[in-house]
């Protein structure tokens, strides 16, 4: 047997290594696809006098995975052929939800209410004007031609 033969493992051991990483990607994917439904999105409705709010919210799924295996023949140190291998994968993922309006339904009309994040608004503001010092900071400083 030569090294990287592919006789040096039985084909049926190979072939369960493939099919318990494909049912792994498979249930990684399905749980991530049951993300996808409308329910997620839209709250349960909410009765309050004669106005009906229905929560919406945003989602988000992300996630991530790998797999790789390896065969291979060497020689130990008492010059026995030893056959090796491996195989392994990994993966994760995240979910996140946020809401982003409430729908407001009354007798005059629909209306749609923005839910604002105050704190989200102030970081970007803060971030926003550290870009602009760093800017100003930047064109104020005289340069020559190489930026001496």
Do not use: Q, Y
Not at 4 to 24: C, H, K, Q, V
Not at 88 to 100: A, F, Y
């Amino acid at each position: 047997m030569s090294p990287g033969s592919t006789t040096d493992r039985p084909a049926e051991e190979g072939a369960a290594i493939a099919l318990d990483g494909a049912a792994s990607v498979s249930g990684v994917m399905r749980k991530l696809l049951e993300t996808a439904d409308v329910s997620k999105v839209f709250g349960e409705p909410i009765l309050h006098g004669d106005s009906l709010l229905l929560p919406t919210a945003e989602v988000l799924s992300v996630a991530g995975f790998g797999m790789g295996s390896g065969r291979g023949v060497a020689a130990d140190p008492e010059g026995r052929k030893s056959r090796g291998g491996g195989g392994g994968g990994g993966g994760g993922g995240r979910i996140l939800t946020r809401g982003v309006a409430v729908i407001v339904s009354t007798p005059e009309g629909v209306e749609v209410r923005p839910v604002l994040d105050f704190t989200k608004i102030a970081l970007a503001a803060l971030t926003a004007a550290g870009f602009v010092m760093a800017a100003w900071k930047g064109m104020k400083r005289p340069r020559g031609f190489f930026g001496d």
